[in-house]
């Protein structure tokens, strides 16, 4: 009696459905194995570092021949979260999201996991949690140690800026907030259409090309340019407002910008979690 009772219980335990602190552990583990994580989150940390602390250098290399007019419109945001800089951000970001995905269903991964666990909203949950907490925390570590080389590199000559000053806080969060942003839209396109490359490559156009077809001229335009990622993020790391060559009949709004981020972060959850629910591996 005691015999079979103890293989009762053994099998109950090996049958109890996994909690979701067991799923994020999951995922954590699929996340790290991969060499890939790796390589992208280093190169994506370098590049972040590097860029600043180029485009940083080249302010410092003309400073002195620039007008005071130039100077005097310059903000040091530009150093420390470059265009190319954050090019490179969006691309690599939603890359990762993408494959995060994609990957799974490319190797048949998905199948398995979905067999040892059928609650699909709960792994696609787990997934998402993980992968947005890992590059929170790249992101934010970027962000700082961007804004700290270039800055220390603009100071030799009177440009940088303090930490404590206006905007340098928000432009710091909004680009560290913008790579796991773009993760979670490569997740979420990948899990609408289970391939990794078509993923990235609508990631790419709808985030980095679809804004420059949309101009500002009116009320409509204007609106429909506010509401994506990457304007949202310029808009952010401008400390006061669009440069003021920039004579927008619409400008964006700070409040607006953030709104953007929200919108578009929950709505790449919520469409991964569902996705991966509903269709089938």
């Known amino acids: 009696m005691t ?106 991964l998905a199948r398995t996991t979905f067999a040892a666990v059928p609650r699909r909203r709960a792994v696609a949950a787990a997934k998402v949690v993980v992968l947005t907490g890992v590059l929170t925390v790249l992101g934010v570590l970027g962000a700082a140690a961007a804004f700290a080389v270039s800055q220390a590199i603009l100071a030799g000559v009177g440009a940088g800026m303090s930490v404590g000053e206006p905007g340098a806080l928000r432009g710091i969060a909004a680009s560290a907030l913008l790579i796991p942003l773009c993760a979670l ?27 420059t077809a949309v101009n500002e001229d009116e009320r409509w335009s204007a609106l429909l340019r506010h509401a994506m990622p990457v304007p949202a993020w310029q808009r952010l790391v401008e400390p006061g407002g669009p440069p003021p060559w920039m004579t927008d009949m619409y400008p964006a709004t700070v409040s607006g910008a953030w709104t953007t981020y929200a919108v578009w972060a929950a709505v790449a959850a919520v469409v991964t979690v569902l996705a991966l629910h509903r269709r089938d591996p």
């Open 3 to 108: 015999a079979v009772t103890e293989r009762a219980a053994g099998l109950a335990r090996v049958r109890r459905p996994a909690r979701f602190r067991d799923l994020l552990a999951a995922e954590w583990l699929k996340l790290w194995s991969l060499r890939s994580t790796w390589g992208a989150l280093a190169l994506l940390l370098l590049a972040m570092v590097g860029l600043a602390a180029h485009a940083a250098l080249a302010t410092r290399a003309g400073w002195a021949d620039w007008p005071a007019e130039r100077r005097a419109v310059r903000s040091p945001l530009w150093d420390a979260f470059p265009q190319q800089a954050q090019m490179f951000v969006v691309l690599a970001g939603s890359s990762i999201g993408a494959v995060a995905v994609g990957g799974e269903y490319a190797s048949g």
């Open 185 to 211: 839209i490569g997740m979420a396109l990948a899990a609408l259409t289970r391939h990794t490359a078509p993923a990235i490559v609508t990631a790419a156009t709808v985030l980095l090309l679809l804004p």
